[in-house]
């Protein structure tokens, strides 16, 4: 007989599936909730609603119209937020630029994405400064800065993005569109040469917003997220939308906490005052946090972290819980919009110790509601789910970006067979954790066997010396590779660690039968800093250059 599609009743409404559409909900249930930004502004949703509308109006003004592309560049704020929103509901492509690429992967990012508009932070006007000669489709620059005034740049600007959004109206009458309309787009630097450009429909952000809401919140775990909650981001605005993180917040009308420049006493004062409860970082960021003297006169028993970006080592996670935050992982890329695990502590572990709970919560997670995760081996058949047999991650769920932008020949890699590979190996357990145990790039190859350098980093984080570790391959002549340790000690325990001493940490875990002897490494270097990407992830590519 076939399939039956519905019929459609030709006055029906189908109501496509638009960022717009997030924000009805808080107007209706949290009017009066309010938004800040550091300690300069605080303003309530209405006002939110209000200022989206006005910047919608100021962008028309400035000439964008469908299919512009506008470009962002600021520290976390209540602009940003407004840009999340007023961009993509007119029917234009938000670009979240990257603060810190160099001036080469700038100029390329936006030339590549087509910018027209771009908003620009003061603090960042030199880095245009740099590479305006090379602009092949900018035409508008606006200023964003907290402190008023034009500083003296050689740009041409077009206006003060406060000057600009107070004169206009604040109604606008946000059009019905394709659901399948690009809304955003950013630039991925986790591989070599130059960056990938990923993009995201107003349909996928709507579904991811949907979907993790509904993992956080739905499920019976220690990890939980509601309107009462207080929000504050510690990753970037520009990278992979803080996580999607905001679109959950904002349906949800939660109180949101928006920093500005990451510094560690504000974050902590921001925590403290505003009573923040939940927000998201990678791990060098909250490491930078607790290595605060000023950790130690907080309560943080009511702050919940979603660690993602990198893998949460047990001694970092051991050390929060001891603090009382409600630590756990998260997993995904920028090109799985991105979040596809969360780490759920299921009912009958809830009431386990810190030291059993911790092993879960350092788990790669579960898979997130309409997630369909595969470990597949290099003929592309599925591995047993038996917590030991490893393969390729790969994933199907209705968020993750239909290819690169311009490039269909990357575009098939990343989709070969139908399904988006991440690059990352893992395995899952019977109880459906998954469990990344490192990037294929990053697998130490020794004596013909693989090594995880994550395993090794989560064990030497044990040590209570260690503050900050990484663990890369480097060259050998006889293996082929063998594990370097970079590892920074805590101030306290300088020059009273040695080398010897944490090679001896290692043995014990072999001895246990946890790594293999190989695995020990032969080399550990004590450093003061580890190199970190544009995103605060361990940069191992370069650290593999300097040291191999």
């Known amino acids: 007989m076939g399939l039956r599609k519905i019929e459609r009743t030709s006055s029906a409404y189908s109501y496509p599936l638009l960022i717009k559409n997030l924000l009805r909900t808080p107007m209706i249930y949290s009017p009066d909730q309010e938004i800040i930004y550091r300690d300069k502004l605080r303003y309530d949703y209405r006002t939110f609603g209000r200022r989206v509308a006005r910047l ?68 960042f006007l030199p880095m245009l400064e740099a590479v305006k000669d090379q602009f092949t489709t900018v035409k508008k620059i606006v200023l964003l800065t907290d ?32 659901e399948d309309a690009m809304a955003t787009t950013f630039y991925t630097t986790g591989t070599t040469g130059l960056p990938k450009g990923v993009y995201f429909s107003h349909r996928q952000l709507v579904l991811h917003t949907l979907g993790v809401f509904t993992t956080q919140a739905g499920f019976k775990s220690q990890a939980t997220l509601n309107s009462g909650d207080v929000y504050m981001p510690i990753t970037p605005m520009f990278h992979v939308h803080a996580w999607g993180v905001p679109y959950i917040c904002t349906l949800l009308g939660l109180k949101q906490v928006y920093p500005g420049r990451y510094e560690p006493e504000l974050l902590l004062r921001l925590i403290r005052d505003e009573k923040v409860t939940f927000s998201h970082c990678v791990p060098t960021i909250l490491h930078m946090l607790l290595s605060s003297p ?57 009431d386990a110790g810190p030291d059993e709970q911790a092993v879960v919560r350092c788990r790669t997670g579960l898979p997130a509601v309409l997630v369909d995760l595969r470990i597949v081996d290099p003929d592309g058949k599925d591995v047993p789910h038996d917590g030991k047999s490893t393969g390729e991650v790969v994933a199907r769920a209705p968020w993750l970006t239909q290819g690169y932008l311009k490039e269909p020949e990357k575009s098939e890699d990343l989709w070969a067979g139908g399904w988006l590979h991440t690059g990352d190996i893992g395995w899952v357990d019977p109880d459906g954790y998954l469990q990344i145990t490192d990037r294929i790039k990053d697998v130490i190859k020794t004596g013909g066997e693989w090594v995880s350098s994550l395993e090794l980093e989560d064990i030497i984080s044990r040590h209570p010396a260690v503050s900050e570790a990484a663990v890369i391959g480097i060259p050998d002549e006889k293996w082929g590779e063998r594990p370097l340790a970079l590892v920074v000690l805590k101030e306290e325990f300088k020059d009273k660690v040695s080398e010897e001493d944490l090679k001896s940490f290692f043995m014990k875990f072999y001895e246990d039968g946890a790594i293999p002897k190989y695995g020990v490494p032969n080399k550990i270097v004590f450093t003061d800093s580890i190199l970190k990407t544009s995103v605060g992830k361990i940069n191992k590519k370069d650290l593999r250059k300097t040291y191999g």
């Open 56 to 123: 919608a109006n100021a962008l028309e003004r400035l000439g964008v119209e469908p299919g512009t592309t506008v470009a962002v560049m600021d520290w976390d704020s209540h602009r940003y937020l407004e840009c999340y929103f007023a961009v993509p509901m007119i029917g234009a492509v938000l670009h979240t630029i990257n603060i810190r690429l160099s001036p080469e992967q700038l100029i390329y990012t936006i030339n590549h994405a087509e910018d027209e508009v771009i908003l620009v932070n003061a603090e």
């Open 147 to 178: 402190e008023g005034g034009t500083p003296e740049t050689s740009l041409n600007l077009d206006g003060e993005y406060e000057d600009l959004v107070g004169k206009c109206d604040d109604h606008y009458d946000f059009p019905d569109f394709d």
């Open 294 to 350: 000023s950790i130690k006169e907080m309560d943080l028993s009511n702050w919940q972290v979603l660690i993602g970006g990198s893998a949460l080592p047990r001694g970092l996670c051991k050390t929060a819980l001891d603090l009382g935050i409600n630590i756990y992982s998260g997993y995904g890329m920028s090109e799985t919009c991105p979040i596809l695990t969360n780490t759920k502590v299921k009912p009958d572990m809830l």
